[in-house]
Antibody
């Protein structure tokens, strides 16, 4: 069974940084693309970023480009999202998702990031 | 990248069929057969219901079906059941090699 467990969320002030982690199990992590998707309270999901299976290729939404960095450690079966220069509009539940290309068949339960002074 | 356009809400009675539309552009929905649909119950993560316009993952009821015409994709749920009450989101691959989601549709089973 695919399991994705996000961690690292919390309350931070505008301009601060946070690193999210996503621990994966139940599948061959190194064979799959991985994605981050966020969902602000009461809103729909918004795609944030993706990374290919060996970490050599990444892509970002315009809203986070230059501030967020996606990475992975295939030896540790873990996906990361480094978030810098956080803004109030980054407040959301952040989900990691296993990707089959750009299809997202499996999602974690999410971790809440709140950016507020 | 603007969100795909979905109706804010739809409703139907048990046993009826409903259809949710998802309108994009030729740079996303119209340009690729990479439309997916997700179901989300309150407080839960989205669940993968349809991929590549009309394919169902294993375990998803055949009451759920998808289609596309031009820049508009559609999700049809037949034989509505109380458990189908949820938010539904479409998504599409885009020409920028990103993913765009719809704004979501709240389905109410009357």
């Amino acid at each position: 069974e695919v399991q994705l467990v996000e961690s690292g969320g919390g309350l931070v002030q505008p301009g601060e940084s946070l690193r999210l982690s996503c621990a994966a199990s139940g599948f061959t992590f190194s064979s799959y693309w991985m994605h981050w998707v966020r969902q602000a309270p009461g809103k729909g999901p918004v795609w944030v970023s993706r990374i290919n299976s060996d970490g050599s290729s990444t892509s970002y939404a315009d809203s986070v480009k230059g501030r967020f960095t996606i990475s992975r450690d295939n030896a540790k079966n873990t996906l990361y999202l480094q978030m810098n220069s956080l803004r109030a509009e980054d407040t959301a539940v952040y989900y990691c998702a296993r990707g089959i290309g750009y299809r997202l068949p499996d999602w974690g339960q999410g971790t809440l990031v709140t950016v507020s002074s | 990248q603007s969100a795909l356009t979905q109706p804010a809400s739809v409703s139907g009675s048990p046993g009826q069929s409903i259809t949710i539309s998802c309108t994009g552009t030729s740079s996303d929905v119209g340009g690729y057969n990479y439309v997916s649909w997700y179901q989300q119950h309150p407080g839960k993560a989205p669940k993968f219901m349809i991929y590549d316009v009309s394919n169902r993952p294993s375990g998803v009821s055949n009451r759920f079906s998808g289609s596309k015409s031009g820049n508009t994709a559609s999700l049809t749920i037949s034989g509505l059941q109380a458990e189908d009450e949820a938010d539904y989101y479409c998504s599409s691959y885009t020409s920028s090699s990103t993913v765009v989601f719809g704004g979501g549709t709240k389905l109410t089973v009357l």
